[in-house]
């Protein structure tokens, strides 16, 4: 298997996948309801929804990356959006999670394994830091999803 299809492997793995290190980020946001979605039991830390708007902000950064070969402009105000107040709001921030992750990995689709250890242009990283940072960055929050989701 080549090192990009790996890390797609990895990226659809932690996502919706098996993983050997617990249950991937959509298992996770089983059960979730607009209430425990909204709710920021722990004195301000941020919520489940304010999560999963920040992990579709980064996954679509990266897909953005790849696709132009330069860094992306990050505006705050969408790495951690307003979240919305219906159920409605909250299916389309699920929706958006996972589009965000089919963009991340269809922009994938045109890089070799040598494309991975070339810098990002305005970059201190290269693609390969850059996409295993995005598993990372899926699994921690994912674990802090399962902190904040009420046990049944």
Known sequence: MSEVK????????????????????MKTLEGVGLEQAKAKPLNGRHSIWELVDH?????????????????????????????????????A???????SMDHLVSSLDDICNEDLDRQIQGAIFSYRQMLHGVVHHNIYHSGQIAILKPKK
Do not use: Y
């Not at 921030?93 to 589009?99: A, D, H, M, T």
């Open 6 to 25: 790996f890390l797609v492997d990895q990226i659809r793995r932690t996502f919706d996948g098996d993983c050997w290190h617990g249950p991937s980020l």
């Open 93 to 99: 921030s699920i929706k958006r999670l996972e589009s």
């Open 55 to 91: 992990m579709s902000f980064w996954m679509d950064e990266a897909a953005w990356t790849v696709k132009n070969n330069r860094i992306f402009d990050i505006d705050q105000t969408m790495n951690w959006s307003m979240m919305g107040e219906t159920q409605e709001d909250w299916s």
